[in-house]
């Protein structure tokens, strides 16, 4: 399959990268721009784990080519280092909301999005948001009580 | 608690080290590493469950592009051993496995070939182009099949597919039976399950030729026990081979064994002279990685009139699937050796058949024994319900208590320093038992069918290597470990197993910590290289805290002794009896009162290492320590769960309103990891009682081979789970650690399981057969009304 030079938006910056036009996002990240914090779980849009956000808003990177998001803003867990760790991030290590932390970027990017549009979230709220990303460690408890305490703190 | 609040540093809740690399996404798992000019494997594998192998064209495959290799049973049969397992234990069947098959496929999914290529997509591409031709073979695909005359055969070196068939009685079962006031029979059977780490199986070999070297990247749980296995299926030296395990993302027992897959990858590497990588897909993850649990169960118990037991006999079939990468008697007969748990008898028998089917081959997941407390808590239920008692009555009157132990279980097993008399108890008052019929009575009033489920649970956690002589399993249930004080005051130290999530990086510095007298911050854990770590067993079981946890802290309290004989040199005493050190400071009892003296351990690490030789005379210069530790014959924690679910008999919808947890899991190292790992082991055994199944068709196709038909918990299923540590300490083990993290799967299958049968006693029908599905759970309310 013959590769097309595309130009790919990622974490505010630009990149020239080469390639298949069926070369996945998930992977283009991975192998093109070596944003390895971009996990894939199971390539099927069922798992959550390879979640980033598209012009801010969460899309399974599995899901989509690569050639799909020219021209819009890729948000990786890469992105989000430039400040130290979000409140959200925070809150995970203090809850212990991660064990192994394969399923955690895709979770964290999820919800530094769905936090923007629900900061008083009920946790039945929570929990049928965080339906969408799986994780076999935590029993998913801490997760939702760092989700509750991040949203708290973006409210005070 | 007494006792464990003397420690300085175990117990407390330190922030866990591993975080920060993994919340910012810096963290690095195997498809992470960067491998230059690594090639990518892909395989080819059987569409049909049985099939004879005709013929393989790989033509096509080799001349499509970016191909490098194309292989076949035929090449991997040259290059590498067959796995043979054939521990000498009675009634099992000795296999021979190899590395991939040449005759015939036995499961969907079964291995055919290897493709190498420039990338992923180009080795998935010519995959597809290797043409195989099969003849169908009749499928295998359940036990009873398997096991009638005249099946098909799944493994043709082998007289039929009862791979293991072993009975024991003890005490004298037949004449309880006789005696008894009446007997009370129940099934428990488990639907084929598998692990589902989030992070599928993978590995990256690199054959470095000039050296004669290979390095195997794998996410494993057992790095040394792996480049045993693969240095001789290779036919190379143990020394030729450095097993290295980045960050792992989820093993729960699927990442021990060494898989064919990845043993083709390294042999591969080594033939071709380049890197070869390889990560699955989902899909072959949940078809052809590995299953577990596939068990049917019956007992049969002798009772009294008022509910005590006196005799027991246990009945397990499990089908094992087509290949054997462990022993095929291992699981099950853990669960026949623990079942008896918490309650007084003697009088036991036992009978275990498994069987070969043409299914993806099974192993130990997460609570390998997970079936136990069901079928041991769901008998004494069906007991109180066939006598018209209260199960926890029931309970109390069999149940082990402090004055009983230590108690040696029929099958020889020791319980001491166990307290589930203690668990019941509190479990049953943290969620209102009492209260509970008339609540059940009243939501039965308004249309609404309550259930309550208890679930004691004895959870055999670390096997020290006498457990395994008992039950004829070959290995060793010892762990070692390494401290080094480096010349700066610095404390590296190191044991055989590896993290798959557990925060050991941040458990274990504690127990070095505790165990030096240091500050856990200067403590720092190196895991996962055979190169750097000694040969330790790994991790698997609830072994973790107690064997690894305690070999390491039994090497600090060694490095200690060595740190205090230097400072009593050089403070001119005879002994240390007066001298601690705390903080990595050497305190002076003097008048009763601690004082804080000059010396520091990085003082005497720059006199171990700069100055021996003003050590005390005959001591070694240097400050390293290895200690090597072999845990009692089995150490066990106990629990009790109790859940309250609704049932809606129209939808078959199950719900559960609150789980709650007495835990005593000895001395905790980290109550927020402990925590972290009963919420979890709940989650996955709910996934057990009420989600997760494997469905094959009669041909033996997978039916579930995606997430979206493969259903594990999500945080919508998964209730608040509400946990009243009871913690008391082992006094065998070092610190008083007991371990756990596999209990919490026992206790949900059984706690989960007793309360949706509790609600359906009011149809008068038993849920047998676990997921108990929606279909499953509204067809038996209609069957009960129906027949009402």
């Given at each position: 399959?013959?590769?097309?030079?595309?130009?790919?938006?990622?974490?505010?910056?630009?990149?020239?990268?080469?390639?298949?036009?069926?070369?996945?996002?998930?992977?283009?990240?991975?192998?093109?721009?070596?944003?390895?914090?971009?996990?894939?779980?199971?390539?099927?849009?069922?798992?959550?784990?390879?979640?980033?956000?598209?012009?801010?808003?969460?899309?399974?990177?599995?899901?989509?080519?690569?050639?799909?998001?020219?021209?819009?803003?890729?948000?990786?867990?890469?992105?989000?280092?430039?400040?130290?760790?979000?409140?959200?991030?925070?809150?995970?290590?203090?809850?212990?909301?991660?064990?192994?932390?394969?399923?955690?970027?895709?979770?964290?990017?999820?919800?530094?999005?769905?936090?923007?549009?629900?900061?008083?979230?009920?946790?039945?709220?929570?929990?049928?948001?965080?339906?969408?990303?799986?994780?076999?460690?935590?029993?998913?408890?801490?997760?939702?009580?760092?989700?509750?305490?991040?949203?708290?703190?973006?409210?005070? | 608690?007494?006792?464990?609040?003397?420690?300085?540093?175990?117990?407390?809740?330190?922030?866990?080290?591993?975080?920060?690399?993994?919340?910012?996404?810096?963290?690095?798992?195997?498809?992470?590493?960067?491998?230059?000019?690594?090639?990518?494997a892909?395989?080819?594998?059987?569409?049909?469950?049985?099939?004879?192998?005709?013929?393989?064209?790989?033509?096509?495959?080799?001349?499509?592009?970016?191909?490098?290799?194309?292989?076949?049973?035929?090449?991997?049969?040259?290059?590498?051993?067959?796995?043979?397992?054939?521990?000498?234990?009675?009634?099992?069947?000795?296999?021979?496995?190899?590395t991939?098959?040449?005759?015939?496929?036995?499961?969907?999914?079964?291995?055919?070939?290897?493709?190498?290529?420039?990338?992923?997509?180009?080795?998935?591409?010519?995959?597809?182009?290797?043409?195989?031709?099969?003849?169908?073979?009749?499928?295998?695909?359940?036990?009873?099949?398997?096991?009638?005359?005249?099946?098909?055969?799944?493994?043709?070196?082998?007289?039929?597919?009862?791979?293991?068939?072993?009975?024991?009685?003890?005490?004298?079962?037949?004449?309880?039976?006789?005696?008894?006031?009446?007997?009370?029979?129940?099934?428990?059977?488990?639907?084929?399950?598998?692990?589902?780490?989030?992070?599928?199986r993978g590995c990256a070999a690199?054959?470095?030729?000039?050296?004669?070297?290979?390095?195997f990247?794998v996410?494993t749980?057992?790095?040394?026990?792996l480049?045993?296995q693969l240095?001789?299926r290779?036919?190379?030296?143990?020394?030729?081979?450095?097993v290295?395990?980045?960050?792992?993302?989820?093993?729960?027992?699927?990442?021990?064994a060494l898989y064919r897959e990845e043993l083709t990858v390294a042999a591969?590497?080594?033939?071709?002279?380049?890197?070869?990588?390889w990560?699955?897909?989902?899909?072959?993850?949940?078809?052809?990685?590995?299953?577990?649990?596939?068990?049917?169960?019956?007992?049969?118990?002798?009772?009294?009139?008022?509910?005590?037991?006196?005799?027991?006999?246990?009945?397990?079939?499990?089908?094992?699937?087509?290949?054997?990468?462990?022993?095929?008697?291992?699981?099950?007969?853990?669960?026949?050796?623990?079942?008896?748990?918490?309650?007084?008898?003697?009088?036991?028998?036992?009978?275990?058949?498994?069987?070969?089917?043409?299914?993806?081959?099974?192993?130990?997941?997460?609570?390998?024994?997970?079936?136990?407390?069901?079928?041991?808590?769901?008998?004494?239920?069906?007991?109180?319900?066939?006598?018209?008692?209260?199960?926890?009555?029931?309970?109390?009157?069999?149940?082990?208590?402090?004055?009983?132990?230590?108690?040696?279980?029929?099958?020889?097993?020791?319980?001491?320093?166990?307290?589930?008399?203690?668990?019941?108890?509190?479990?049953?008052?943290?969620?209102?038992?009492?209260?509970?019929?008339?609540?059940?009575?009243?939501?039965?009033?308004?249309?609404?069918?309550?259930?309550?489920?208890?679930?004691?649970?004895?959870?055999?956690?670390?096997?020290?290597?006498?457990?395994?002589?008992?039950?004829?399993?070959?290995?060793?249930?010892?762990?070692?470990?390494?401290?080094?004080?480096?010349?700066?005051?610095?404390?590296?130290?190191?044991?055989?197993?590896?993290?798959?999530?557990?925060?050991?990086?941040?458990?274990?510095?504690?127990?070095?910590?505790?165990?030096?007298?240091?500050?856990?911050?200067?403590?720092?854990?190196?895991?996962?290289?055979?190169?750097?770590?000694?040969?330790?067993?790994?991790?698997?079981?609830?072994?973790?805290?107690?064997?690894?946890?305690?070999?390491?802290?039994?090497?600090?309290?060694?490095?200690?002794?060595?740190?205090?004989?230097?400072?009593?040199?050089?403070?001119?005493?005879?002994?240390?009896?007066?001298?601690?050190?705390?903080?990595?400071?050497?305190?002076?009892?003097?008048?009763?009162?601690?004082?804080?003296?000059?010396?520091?351990?990085?003082?005497?690490?720059?006199?171990?290492?700069?100055?021996?030789?003003?050590?005390?005379?005959?001591?070694?210069?240097?400050?390293?320590?290895?200690?090597?530790?072999?845990?009692?014959?089995?150490?066990?924690?106990?629990?009790?769960?109790?859940?309250?679910?609704?049932?809606?008999?129209?939808?078959?919808?199950?719900?559960?309103?609150?789980?709650?947890?007495?835990?005593?899991?000895?001395?905790?190292?980290?109550?927020?990891?402990?925590?972290?790992?009963?919420?979890?082991?709940?989650?996955?055994?709910?996934?057990?009682?009420?989600?997760?199944?494997?469905?094959?068709?009669?041909?033996?196709?997978?039916?579930?081979?995606?997430?979206?038909?493969?259903?594990?918990?999500?945080?919508?299923?998964?209730?608040?789970?509400?946990?009243?540590?009871?913690?008391?300490?082992?006094?065998?083990?070092?610190?008083?650690?007991?371990?756990?993290?596999?209990?919490?799967?026992?206790?949900?299958?059984?706690?989960?399981?007793?309360?949706?049968?509790?609600?359906?006693?009011?149809?008068?029908?038993?849920?047998?057969?676990?997921?108990?599905?929606?279909?499953?759970?509204?067809?038996?309310?209609?069957?009960?009304?129906?027949?009402?």
């Amino acid at each position: 399959m013959a590769k097309v030079a595309i130009t790919l938006q990622v974490n505010g910056e630009s990149h020239e990268v080469l390639l298949e036009p069926r070369k996945l996002l998930s992977d283009a990240l991975r192998e093109e721009l070596r944003l390895t914090g971009t996990h894939v779980g199971c390539e099927h849009g069922v798992c959550g784990a390879c979640t980033v956000l598209l012009d801010g808003r969460p899309v399974r990177s599995c899901l989509l080519f690569a050639v799909q998001v020219e021209g819009q803003e890729v948000t990786t867990i890469e992105g989000l280092r430039r400040n130290g760790l979000t409140p959200l991030q925070r809150a995970l290590h203090e809850e212990h909301g991660l064990q192994c932390g394969f399923c955690t970027p895709g979770i964290v990017l999820t919800f530094e999005a769905w936090l923007r549009d629900h900061p008083e979230p009920s946790e039945a709220e929570i929990r049928n948001a965080l339906s969408g990303n799986l994780c076999r460690c935590t029993g998913y408890q801490n997760i939702v009580r760092a989700i509750a305490k991040a949203a708290a703190e973006g409210r005070t | 608690m007494t006792e464990a609040s003397s420690f300085q540093v175990l117990g407390r809740p330190l922030p866990r080290r591993e975080d920060y690399r993994l919340l910012t996404g810096s963290g690095c798992y195997l498809d992470d590493l960067e491998i230059p000019g690594a090639l990518h494997a892909c395989f080819v594998r059987s569409p049909h469950a049985h099939a004879r192998i005709r013929a393989i064209v790989t033509e096509a495959a080799r001349e499509a592009p970016g191909v490098v290799a194309v292989v076949t049973g035929r090449d991997l049969a040259e290059w590498t051993m067959p796995l043979r397992m054939a521990p000498p234990i009675e009634g099992l069947q000795p296999t021979e496995t190899a590395t991939l098959p040449q005759d015939k496929v036995r499961f969907q999914g079964d291995l055919v070939a290897c493709v190498v290529a420039r990338d992923r997509y180009f080795a998935e591409d010519a995959a597809e182009l290797v043409e195989v031709d099969y003849e169908e073979l009749p499928a295998v695909t359940s036990i009873d099949a398997a096991l009638a005359a005249g099946a098909a055969l799944v493994d043709e070196a082998l007289p039929s597919n009862l791979v293991a068939h072993q009975h024991a009685v003890h005490g004298d079962p037949q004449a309880r039976f006789e005696r008894a006031h009446r007997v009370v029979e129940a099934r428990f059977a488990q639907a084929r399950q598998t692990h589902v780490p989030i992070e599928t199986r993978g590995c990256a070999a690199v054959w470095d030729e000039g050296r004669q070297h290979l390095t195997f990247h794998v996410g494993t749980q057992v790095p040394h026990p792996l480049r045993t296995q693969l240095a001789a299926r290779l036919k190379l030296k143990e020394s030729q081979v450095s097993v290295i395990s980045p960050d792992v993302g989820g093993g729960f027992g699927q990442k021990i064994a060494l898989y064919r897959e990845e043993l083709t990858v390294a042999a591969l590497a080594r033939q071709l002279k380049r890197p070869i990588r390889w990560r699955e897909d989902r899909m072959e993850n949940l078809i052809a990685a590995s299953h577990a649990r596939e068990d049917v169960v019956r007992t049969r118990t002798a009772v009294t009139a008022e509910g005590t037991l006196l005799g027991l006999e246990l009945e397990i079939r499990e089908d094992f699937g087509a290949y054997c990468f462990f022993p095929a008697n291992y699981l099950a007969r853990v669960v026949a050796m623990i079942l008896t748990g918490p309650y007084r008898i003697q009088d036991y028998a036992y009978d275990i058949k498994v069987a070969l089917t043409n299914k993806c081959g099974a192993g130990p997941m997460r609570a390998p024994m997970a079936i136990t407390s069901w079928v041991m808590e769901g008998t004494m239920d069906a007991i109180a319900r066939a006598l018209g008692l209260d199960p926890a009555e029931v309970r109390r009157r069999n149940m082990l208590k402090s004055a009983d132990l230590p108690y040696e279980m029929p099958t020889g097993e020791r319980l001491e320093d166990v307290t589930p008399a203690e668990t019941l108890e509190a479990a049953l008052q943290a969620i209102g038992y009492d209260g509970f019929r008339s609540r059940q009575t009243e939501a039965r009033q308004s249309g609404r069918h309550l259930g309550i489920g208890i679930c004691t649970v004895v959870e055999s956690t670390t096997y020290g290597s006498a457990f395994y002589k008992a039950a004829g399993i070959p290995g060793s249930g010892h762990e070692s470990a390494w401290v080094r004080i480096e010349p700066s005051g610095a404390v590296n130290a190191s044991a055989g197993t590896m993290s798959t999530g557990q925060g050991y990086e941040t458990a274990f510095a504690q127990a070095v910590a505790e165990g030096l007298g240091v500050d856990p911050a200067e403590v720092t854990i190196q895991l996962g290289s055979t190169d750097i770590s000694p040969y330790g067993m790994g991790n698997r079981g609830s072994r973790g805290a107690t064997a690894a946890g305690g070999v390491l802290y039994l090497a600090a309290c060694a490095a200690r002794d060595k740190a205090l004989a230097i400072a009593a040199h050089r403070l001119g005493l005879n002994s240390t009896e007066s001298l601690r050190l705390r903080a990595g400071v050497v305190e002076r009892e003097i008048g009763g009162e601690w004082e804080a003296s000059d010396l520091t351990l990085a003082g005497l690490a720059r006199v171990a290492y700069l100055d021996p030789l003003s050590l005390p005379e005959g001591m070694e210069p240097g400050f390293e320590v290895h200690r090597a530790y072999d845990p009692p014959p089995m150490t066990y924690s106990n629990a009790t769960h109790v859940c309250e679910v609704e049932l809606d008999p129209e939808t078959g919808l199950v719900q559960i309103l609150r789980y709650v947890v007495a835990e005593d899991c000895g001395t905790v190292l980290h109550p927020q990891l402990v925590e972290g790992q009963q919420h979890g082991a709940v989650a996955m055994g709910i996934g057990g009682a009420l989600y997760e199944g494997l469905v094959f068709d009669a041909q033996g196709q997978i039916l579930t081979a995606t997430l979206g038909d493969y259903l594990v918990p999500t945080a919508c299923e998964v209730p608040v789970i509400e946990i009243v540590p009871m913690h008391t300490p082992n006094r065998r083990t070092p610190a008083g650690i007991k371990g756990m993290a596999e209990g919490g799967v026992m206790g949900a299958l059984g706690a989960v399981g007793n309360a949706v049968n509790d609600a359906l006693a009011a149809f008068a029908v038993t849920a047998e057969r676990q997921p108990f599905t929606p279909d499953l759970i509204r067809g038996l309310a209609r069957q009960g009304r129906q027949d009402g």
